[in-house]
């Protein structure tokens, strides 16, 4: 049963009262809509603030310089730093680089772990189960820790080992790692995390 007032037969059906798209579309008024800013993240840390002007001109500024997300190393090279002498032949590979594959599963032993050079990626859960790895490739022969580029996560993890397996603090795991690749340096994330490692080690704060 129908309820409320009676219908006119002069009302519109549906049909006539669709909007007419195309004429909206071309009556469309750009200045009406609300300026708005957008924030962007490079890829050097720096966070620009993106904005348009009423006549429509770009403009960007720099509101944070930020921390870089990485550690950039623009200059490839093929320095190992060996961190203990009398080397074997490797046995074993730690591959910590993103879009890098096992290239010899047939004959090395490979861990593969998918940390990106982020600051706020999480390392420290890692630790116990890439030093079980390490233990086990020093037994047979020699292990290879790389990532990208042999500054920031192969370093990180490596500091870690000695700070855990050589009773060393961050400050003096960072130094001799340093002297053996001048290049390393682990991102402000991974430098934190190590930091809570070396508290979690019984050596106190960090002077790093």
Known sequence: MPFGGMASKNSETPENTKPDLLAQLK?????????????????????LKETRDKGGQYSATVTDKGQLGFVPEKHGDLQVGEIRSNLLIVTHVLNLASAVPNFFPETITYLKLEVLDLIDEPVLNLFDNV??????????GCVLIHCN??????????????MRTENMTLYQAFKYVKSKREKIQPNAGFLEQLRKYNEFLGYGKSEM
């Open 27 to 47: 009556g469309f008024d750009k200045k009406k809509l609300h300026q708005t800013e957008t924030f962007v993240k490079t890829e050097d840390g720096r966070v």
């Open 131 to 140: 030093f079980k790895f390490i233990d086990e490739g020093r037994d047979k």
């Open 149 to 162: 580029a042999g500054v920031s996560r192969a370093s990180t993890f490596v500091i870690a080992y000695l």
